[in-house]
C-alpha cells in the first residue's frame, strides 16, 4: 500500500531506529523526504541501518539507560539536521523468564530500557521539541494490558510507557508538543515475533482465526501509523494510545501464550 505523506524539511530522530520496526519507521520518514536520525547501542547496527536510509542520515550511538549519551545524541543531531520535529522513542528489551526463574537485576534491565529509557528520551528531548506542532511517539507492546505468561517483566515496564505518554501529553500540551504511544501487533519478520512466537506465520490458520483481518502486520502499517501521528493531519490527537494489531486486541493472548508456552523450560 502506497501512503503518502510529505516531511520535507522536517527532522525525525528514531531511537532504537536501527533494526525491526523502528528502523521501518526511520525508512520510511526518509522515504517522505525528512532529514533522519537513528541512534542505537551497536555500532555495526547503526552503520547497517544507515546504508538504508540514504544519502544525508545520521547515526549515533546511544544508550537510551545512560541520560547523558541521551543528551549528547540528541545534540547531535540537532547540530547536524536542525530543530527536531518527531521523535520516535522505540528502545526495547524482551526476554522469556517467569517471575519466579527471574532475578530483580533481569527485572531491572527491561524496566531500565523501556520505562527509564523512554523517560530519558522524553526528558532529554523537551528542549529540542518545546514548539507548536512537535510530536513525541513510543513504542509500546499489547503486554501492557494484556498479560502474558514470562512477560510480566515486559508488561510492568510498558503499562508505565503508556501512562507516561498520557501524563506528558497533559503537562507538555501547553507547549504545542503531542505525546502518543503505538502499540503494535503481531508483526512479520520482527524480532519480537521471532523470540514470542517463531512457529507462527503469516497465514496459519490460527493467525487468521485470531487475528480479525487475517494477517500479520508489516512494519510498513507501524510506520504509516507513527507517520500520520507525526504529521499536521494528527494535529488533534494526543495522550493517545493507538493499538495496531488488526483488531486482534486481547484476542492474542491464548495465540501468543501458548507459543510461549511451548518455548518454556519443563518445570
Not at 530483580?104 to 534491565?109: E, G, L, M, Q, R
Not at 508488561?155 to 503537562?171: T, W
Amino acid at each position: 500500500m502506497n501512503v503518502q505523506f510529505d516531511f520535507s524539511g522536517r527532522h525525525a530522530v528514531v531511537f532504537g531506529g536501527t533494526t525491526g520496526i523502528n528502523l521501518g519507521i526511520a525508512q520510511a520518514f526518509a522515504r517522505a523526504g525528512a532529514r533522519v536520525t537513528v541512534a542505537s547501542r551497536k555500532q555495526a547496527n547503526v552503520d547497517a541501518a544507515v546504508a538504508t536510509l540514504g544519502d544525508g542520515a545520521l547515526g549515533l550511538v546511544a544508550d537510551v539507560r545512560d541520560e547523558a549519551s541521551v543528551a549528547s545524541a540528541l545534540a547531535q543531531a540537532a547540530a547536524t539536521h536542525g530543530p527536531i520535529d518527531v521523535l520516535v522513542s522505540g528502545a526495547a528489551g524482551n526476554f522469556l523468564a517467569e517471575v519466579n526463574g527471574m532475578s530483580s537485576n533481569a527485572f531491572k534491565v527491561v524496566v531500565d530500557i523501556d520505562l527509564i529509557g523512554s523517560f530519558h528520551v522524553a526528558r532529554q528531548a523537551y528542549a529540542h521539541l518545546r514548539k507548536p506542532g512537535a510530536s513525541i511517539i513510543f513504542i509500546t507492546a499489547p503486554q501492557a494490558v494484556v498479560a502474558m505468561p514470562h512477560q510480566a517483566h515486559v508488561g510492568a515496564a510498558k503499562a508505565g510507557v503508556d501512562q507516561f505518554a498520557r501524563v506528558l501529553a497533559l503537562e507538555w500540551g501547553p507547549a504545542g508538543v503531542r505525546v502518543n504511544a503505538i502499540s503494535p501487533g503481531p508483526i512479520q519478520g520482527t524480532e519480537g515475533m521471532q523470540r514470542l512466537a517463531p512457529q507462527i506465520q503469516d497465514g496459519d490458520a490460527t493467525l487468521r482465526a485470531i487475528v480479525p483481518l487475517g494477517r500479520m502486520g508489516t512494519t510498513q502499517d507501524i510506520a504509516h501509523l507513527a507517520m500520520f501521528l507525526g504529521s499536521d493531519a494528527a494535529s488533534y490527537v494526543s495522550g493517545a494510545v493507538i493499538a495496531c494489531d488488526g483488531g486482534a486486541q486481547g484476542m492474542l493472548t491464548p495465540m501468543i501464550s501458548g507459543a510461549i508456552a511451548a518455548q518454556a523450560p519443563a518445570r
